[in-house]
Structures are given as structure tokens and as C-alpha cells.
């Protein structure tokens, strides 16, 4: 296996881009006219990296799975992501990057909920694409952090910068909520698929052999990554995965308590609960009423 270009430092990127180094936890670049030192396959960094590419330079992978990245293209790497790029040999760089260390935003309103932004971990073609208009936003949230990396340093440079880094990466969520909306009917597709496959589950012994439903198992055989899937449920059905899977549990539990030849111990091994009692409580935050006490109603 080849080996992975370890890059900790926003400066020993720039450096590795032969750019003049502004500060030493962030920086915008522009690719323009620039080559890296080597062309490296297998990459990780110590630090967040956006890049807006203009120009379709290869594949990129997390894994397995391949980034669906084409020109005018937001692709996000979060610190300790390793990424696979295959290079196209007529390749000339062109686009821009925002690197930033997780150190400048520490104390920050960004600091304290970077993890809120989901795109962060999104992998198999998921990546962001801009219209023309997006793309300005884009532009002019990069030139104002660009504009503070230029000035003297003073006491509100910080301030300024990591707010900035966190409007771009607000209009960011904007964009992939359009994207969700632009898509809809890939994302239908995909909520049909997940709606079979949960009924699947329960009608197989699956649920017996792993336990309840996890939102892994199912971002997994729709080749979406967690988050990703989540968001696409929550914006297509208003609920959390967990919400819908739940929902599920209980409706298929409801049918199956009508066959009084189950014992209430036997249904909840069915659905995959390692103990009766986990069941009952389930049940009952989610009707009111104990799985006993609705086999009696009815």
C-alpha cells in the first residue's frame, strides 16, 4: 500500500504548494499557476481543508467510495481524514482552498459547534455543487478572510476570521439544503430503498442475528455515509433516522402483538431487543401504554 502524505500544519501546506504562508492556523489559496512538490495519491491533514475546484482533476476517495466531483465542486476534509486523489495526467491545478487548524477556532462561537457541520464527514458522492451565484458567495466570503490575513494582526483579526470561516461555512448548509431539494427525486430513490430495506429487516431473521436496526447498517447497503443519510432522511421526512426506524419498530410490533400464540418476550427477541424489558419501554414512550396493556386493548 502506498504511503500516506502526512501534512499536520496549515503552513507545511502552503509550503508544499511553494505559497507565501500569512498565518500560521489559516490560509486561502489560489491554485492558479501553482504544482505541489510531489503529486501525492494518499493524503492527511491535521487541520480542516475546503477546496473549491474549478477544473476536474481526478477521483477523489474516502475509502472505497468516490467523491462525486466535478468542476465548480466544494469538497470537505475534516483533521485526520485520510483521502485518495488520482490525479489525471493533463491536470493543471486551478480553484482555491481554505485551510484553518482546529487551534484558530478554539474559544470561538465555531469552536464550540464545528461538529454540527455534517458536511465535514459526507463521503461517496456527496460532494457540494455550486451554481455561478454559489460560487460567488463563496468567492466573497474567501476574499474577506483573505482581507484579515493581510492586515497587521490586532486584537480582532481572530474574531473576524473564524467568523467569517463560520458564515461561509453557513451558507455552505444553504446550499446543501438546495442541493437535497434539486435532488429529490435520487433522494425519493434512495427513501424508497431505505423504507424496503427496514421492512426487509424485520421480515428476515436479521433483526434476531444483529439487534435493532442500526443507521449504519442502512447508510452502508445505500453507500451514503451516516451523516449524510441522515440529513437526506431528516429533509425528506422531517424525522431523524433513529425517529423513522423507531416508528417502524413500533408499527411492525403493534401486528405482531395481535398473534397472541407470541409470548411478549418472544416478539421483543424478534425485533432484535437483547432484553423484554428494553421492549416494554420502548413501547410505551412511544404509545403511552405497555406492549400488555395494548394486547389486552385490542
Do not use: W
Not at 63 to 83: C, E, K, S
Not at 97 to 112: E, Q
Not at 196 to 202: A, G, I, W
Not at 205 to 219: C, E, I, K, N, R
Amino acid at each position: 500500500m502506498e504511503k500516506v502524505l502526512r501534512i499536520d500544519t496549515v503552513s507545511e501546506h502552503d509550503k508544499y504548494y511553494h505559497q507565501e504562508n500569512l498565518h500560521p492556523l489559516v490560509s486561502i489559496i489560489d491554485f492558479e499557476g501553482t504544482a505541489p512538490e510531489v503529486y501525492a495519491s494518499r493524503m492527511n491533514f491535521g487541520f480542516y481543508a475546503i477546496y473549491l475546484k474549478d477544473v476536474v482533476c481526478g477521483d477523489i476517495k474516502y475509502g472505497r467510495d468516490t467523491y462525486d466531483y466535478q468542476d465548480r465542486t466544494l469538497v470537505f476534509v475534516a483533521p485526520g481524514q485520510i483521502i485518495n486523489v488520482d490525479i489525471n495526467e493533463e491536470y493543471k491545478p486551478s480553484g482555491y482552498a481554505l485551510l484553518f487548524h482546529p487551534d484558530l477556532i478554539h474559544g470561538t462561537p465555531l469552536g464550540r459547534h464545528i461538529e454540527d457541520y455534517n458536511f465535514f464527514s459526507y463521503q461517496s458522492r456527496e460532494a457540494l455543487h455550486l451554481s455561478e451565484k454559489e460560487r460567488k458567495i463563496v468567492m466573497d466570503c474567501f476574499d474577506k478572510i483573505k482581507y484579515e490575513l493581510e492586515q497587521r494582526t490586532d486584537n480582532h483579526s481572530k474574531t473576524l476570521i473564524a467568523a467569517n470561516i463560520e458564515l461561509f461555512l453557513n451558507y455552505c448548509v444553504r446550499f446543501y439544503e438546495r442541493q437535497f431539494i434539486t435532488r429529490n427525486q435520487v433522494n425519493q430513490s434512495s427513501i424508497e430503498k431505505f423504507e424496503k430495506l427496514l421492512s426487509e429487516y424485520f421480515l428476515s431473521d436479521q433483526a434476531q442475528a444483529l439487534g435493532l436496526p442500526a443507521v449504519t447498517y442502512f447508510a452502508y447497503k445505500l453507500n451514503l455515509s451516516p451523516n449524510y443519510f441522515g440529513d437526506l432522511v431528516k429533509k425528506e421526512t422531517g424525522k431523524t433516522v433513529m425517529e423513522y426506524i423507531h416508528l417502524k419498530i413500533i408499527d411492525t410490533a403493534k401486528e405482531r402483538l395481535l398473534d397472541t400464540s407470541k409470548s411478549i418476550s418472544e416478539i421483543a427477541f424478534n425485533l432484535g431487543f437483547k432484553y423484554p424489558h428494553h421492549f416494554t419501554r420502548t413501547f410505551k414512550r412511544n404509545t403511552g401504554i405497555t406492549p400488555l396493556e395494548y394486547r389486552n386493548s385490542n
